[in-house]
């Protein structure tokens, strides 16, 4: 598997979303797209970024910008995650992982001395024209949704 690079194309999805129904890119064809990659749902850091994500989704939006969260969760948990923190932003559930390694963020992580896969937190701004304009890696969520958007601001 190659690494993106800002530029490309981004890898077209079709998930299941939060609420029912599907969450394509192609959707989105036109207009700007952030598309978040998080480990789990409910967990402190994801809470916070997608929390962070939901406030500022109002001036995404005013910019015809949508913001999609992505986690291997599955949509029903998904579900549960937005209704419990009043979450405004859509979530697609990525259960197979196939997106997650399209995108390649997919990857060998290590806790306690113990390896695994799982999601590494990660975001792809797309601009309008489906290429990747921007992408942070191994985000740190502090500060990290203001950022994409003072970014994407810039499309």
């Known amino acids: 598997m190659t690494e993106l690079t800002e530029g490309q194309p981004a890898p077209?999805?079709?998930?299941?979303?939060?609420?029912?129904?599907?969450?394509?890119?192609?959707?989105?064809?036109?207009?700007?797209?952030?598309v978040y990659f998080y480990p789990k749902d409910d967990t402190p850091g994801c809470t916070k970024e997608a929390i962070a994500f939901s406030e500022l989704s109002g001036e995404f939006a005013a910019k015809g910008i949508t913001v999609i969260g992505i986690s291997p969760?599955?949509?029903?948990?998904?579900?549960?995650?937005?209704?419990?923190?009043?979450?405004?932003?859509?979530?697609?559930?990525?259960p197979e992982t196939a997106t997650c390694q399209a995108y390649g963020v997919w990857v060998e992580k290590s806790m306690y001395g113990k390896t695994y896969m799982g999601v590494e937190r990660s975001t792809f701004?797309?601009?309008?024209?489906?290429?990747?304009?921007?992408?942070?890696?191994?985000?740190?969520?502090?500060?990290?949704?203001?950022?994409?958007?003072?970014?994407a601001s810039k499309l």
């Open 73 to 94: 969760d599955t949509a029903a948990k998904h579900d549960k995650f937005k209704t419990k923190h009043g979450l405004s932003v859509r979530l697609a559930a990525d």
């Open 125 to 151: 701004l797309i601009d309008s024209d489906g290429r990747i304009a921007r992408i942070w890696r191994k985000v740190k969520v502090a500060g990290h949704a203001e950022e994409v958007l003072e970014a």
């Open 12 to 34: 077209g999805f079709e998930l299941d979303g939060d609420g029912g129904g599907t969450i394509r890119l192609a959707d989105f064809s036109g207009h700007p797209a952030v």
